[in-house]
């Protein structure tokens, strides 16, 4: 499987299981043009008790365990897809951007396959990678923000 059927399959389990997610991170980087590469799938979502239980079963679904690594200093639920490998983490709280509401609301919907993935915009990504501030997230951070930039530039 590519990383486009991967995407698509998780994605289409996230919305038959109901749960509005944006993807971000480096994989929403990816496919808004930045040479980078990520051996995860971060998404953002609310951490209600009723996005909690639906990812539980999304994790029985795929034959998986929902797991809290960071317990309990962050809202962060991983779910490692048995058919692919693909850790999928679910990202209750971030850092670097206001709420789950303003990132969707700069976010665009991708077509990948035959599924539809919010993909947070790139300056939410850098902000968030800012704020982070972790050694992987600054080393792609002169990249991200030069095809920002471009970005920025062909549209005006």
Do not use: C, W
């Amino acid at each position: 499987m590519d990383a486009s059927t991967v995407l698509a399959r998780l994605s289409g389990l996230l919305a038959e299981q109901g749960i509005e997610a944006i993807l971000i991170g480096n994989a929403a980087a990816a496919l808004q043009g930045a040479p980078v590469t990520t051996d995860d799938l971060d998404f953002l979502f609310r951490p209600t008790p009723r996005n909690v239980s639906k990812l539980r079963a999304l994790a029985r679904l795929v034959g998986a365990d929902l797991t809290q690594p960071s317990y309990p200093l962050s809202h962060m639920y991983r779910i490692v897809d048995p058919l692919t490998e693909v850790q999928l983490d679910m990202m209750g709280q971030v850092f670097g951007v206001k709420s789950f509401e303003s990132v969707r609301s700069r976010s665009t919907d991708f077509a990948i396959g035959a599924e539809t993935v919010k993909v947070a915009s790139l300056s939410d990504v850098i902000s968030m990678k800012k704020a982070a501030n972790r050694t992987k997230d600054r080393a792609v951070m002169p990249l991200l923000e030069e095809i920002l930039r471009e970005v920025e530039r062909t549209e005006e």
